[in-house]
């Protein structure tokens, strides 16, 4: 009797361990749902929040992290590519050389920097395309075929105008951390440079060689920023400031005899034969102090004409500003 009994009450135990055991697993089934619904609820709230940009030439709303992006600047392009943000076209033609993998198939070439291809525009339907001054009269027409982000460089606030397009592409593709970090190490860098030129007694040109021509280029100018921001002094400070330079004889340059002459080749930026050093070392530029010291500094053109504003191209300008000053 004794044994039966045992025998029933162990069946009671097995059923009602089993009841609860079926009831913890639905419960946790049922966990597991609501986990996997509120996840696929929290992914598509981050996918449609969405961004609004005031910028000079409007306002746009964009999702935040577009997947399709048109880009019609190095300089944002060279920032995309750093922080390792993909796009979908871009102008191949005169692409740099360090961008150069966006100037294969894997991308759509829409155009040119200034005669940008709407129907391919079209048909990729972007999420995004960003513009800069090259592309500023299109303002209305790009409009038409995606929201459009206006970014430029002001060059009388140059490292100012740097810092807030990089926060805009910081807020749009959600990478305000990375963005703040770049910032606060390119302060450094500038700051650096600055005590470097702070007794600097050497005053420099700046120099756009064009065929057989030369432009100078003095404070508050498109690279005015060597002076403005670096801190070097400017041979001349009455330089027109105008966006293609002043132009100038070689007499004037043996005239102001600069202690540092920086060049930047035209030619060679736009994919031409490179034609800088045959032009500006000619025998009145022989004779002047930079001349005389080897302080001639062919600056990188792809970086100085084509995509500056971006990080990497800051980044080796700095370089090539600190090697100058060695």
Known sequence: MKKYLL?????????????????ADEKTASNDATTETETKDDAEEASSETVKITHKLGEIEVAKNPEKVIVFDFGVLDTLDHFGIDVVGLPQQAVPSYLEKYAGENYENVGSLKEPDFEKIDQIKPDLIIISTRQAELYDEMSKLGP???????????????????????????????????????????????????????????????????????????????HDVFGIPAVDE?????????????????????????????????????????????????????????????????????????????????????????
């Not at 459009?148 to 807020?171: A, T």
């Not at 600055?194 to 120099?207: C, E, G, H, P, R």
């Not at 003095?218 to 005015?224: L, T």
Request: aromatic fraction near 8%.
């Open 238 to 326: 009455n330089i027109d400031a105008s966006t293609h330079g002043m132009n100038i004889t070689f007499e004037y340059v043996l005239e102001n005899d600069p202690d540092i002459i920086y060049v930047i080749d035209r030619s060679a930026a736009i994919g031409e034969e490179p034609s800088a050093k045959a032009v500006i070392e000619n025998d009145l530029v022989q004779k002047t102090k930079a001349a005389q010291n080897d302080d001639i500094y062919y600056l990188d053109p792809e970086v100085w004409y084509l995509s500056g504003g971006g990080v990497i191209s800051m980044n080796k300008m700095l370089d090539e500003i600190e090697a100058s000053l060695e």
């Open 7 to 23: 025998l029933a009450l162990l069946a009671l135990v097995l059923v009602i361990f089993g009841a609860c055991s079926s009831g």
């Open 148 to 226: 459009v982000l206006y970014v430029e460089l002001d060059v009388n606030n140059y490292i100012e105008s740097f810092k807030e397009n990089l926060n805009i592409l910081g807020q749009i593709f959600d990478i305000e951390d990375e963005v703040k970090a770049e910032i606060e190490a390119l302060d450094e860098r500038i700051s650096a440079i600055q005590a470097k030129t702070k007794s600097l007694d050497k005053k420099a040109l700046i120099l756009l060689a064009n065929d057989n021509k030369a432009s100078a280029y003095g404070p508050g100018s498109r690279y005015g920023f060597i």
